[in-house]
């Protein structure tokens, strides 16, 4: 496209800058694209765009941390319930363990203990021998429950 096919006003409306690029680039009618501007970057821009870019790699490793605490905050949360949902089973263990009739249940089917007076009996299987005493460290309502 040469000069003459712009129309006069299009020129006559643009600074001169303007008027010169778009003699050496004029807008295609069939298109009707204007040339590109190209983006200036200013000395403030660039030292602002510096100093964004520096803050960010700077805070890279303190929110990493922050993470990793929150993770292990988290972590501590999970084991200190887990510590009280035992500590509640060994307190609720401790009251039971007041009561009396509960200790007589446990001495008779944990450690075969009877009263004054009352006889105690003994399975012997056929071979002889008398089974092997278990101890008492499973739990102890489970073999009250089996009497």
Excluded at 48 to 77: C, D, G, K, M, N
Excluded at 92 to 109: F, H
Excluded at 127 to 144: F, H, K, M, V
């Amino acid at each position: 496209m040469s000069r003459r096919d712009q129309p006069r006003d299009v020129l006559r409306d643009q600074p001169k800058k303007a008027r010169r690029r778009l003699r050496a680039n004029p807008v295609d009618p069939i298109l009707e694209e204007a040339p590109r501007a190209r983006i200036r970057v200013t000395g403030r821009a660039a030292i602002l765009l510096a100093l964004v870019a520096i803050l960010i790699v700077a805070s890279v490793y303190p929110v990493r941390l922050y993470f990793r605490q929150e993770a292990r905050l988290a972590a501590a949360a999970q084991v200190t319930a887990e510590l009280q949902a035992r500590h509640d089973a060994l307190t609720s263990q401790v009251v039971r363990l007041e009561d009396p009739d509960y200790l007589e249940q446990l001495a008779r089917a944990c450690l075969g203990m009877v009263r004054r007076g009352e006889t105690a009996f003994v399975v012997i299987p056929k071979n002889g021998r008398p089974p092997e005493p278990t101890p008492c460290t499973a739990n102890p309502d489970e073999l009250i429950a089996a009497e």
